[in-house]
């Protein structure tokens, strides 16, 4: 693996809560703090470091189709 993955923690916050949901229990968004850091740490223990931008194979797949339109459009390398 070149670089370690990351991915958001706020989507992981998201997906807990959904389920949490489905569950019939009923979380709300702030009343004990922010939910970020136990997210970012659930992440890490997963061996995923957080970053704030999200899912850096997205960013690079984004980078990827941006240099082909330049290419296609410009001739640019």
Same mark, same amino acid.
């Given at each position: 693996?070149?670089?370690?993955?990351?991915?958001?923690?706020?989507?992981?916050?998201?997906?807990?809560?959904?389920?949490?949901?489905?569950?019939?229990?009923?979380?709300?968004?702030?009343?004990?703090?922010?939910?970020g850091v136990p997210a970012a740490?659930?992440? *890490?223990? &997963?061996?995923?470091?957080? /970053? =704030?931008?999200?899912?850096? +194979?997205?960013?690079?797949?984004?980078? *990827?189709? &941006?240099?082909?339109?330049? /290419? =296609?459009?410009?001739?640019? +390398?």
């Open positions: 693996m070149d670089q370690p993955e990351s991915y958001n923690p706020w989507s992981v916050v998201n997906v807990v809560f959904h389920h949490l949901a489905a569950q019939g229990l009923h979380p709300v968004l702030g009343e004990t703090g922010d939910p740490q659930l992440l *890490r223990a &997963l061996g995923i470091e957080p /970053a =704030a931008e999200g899912d850096r +194979r997205v960013s690079a797949n984004v980078q *990827r189709q &941006l240099a082909e339109v330049r /290419a =296609a459009m410009f001739g640019e +390398r």
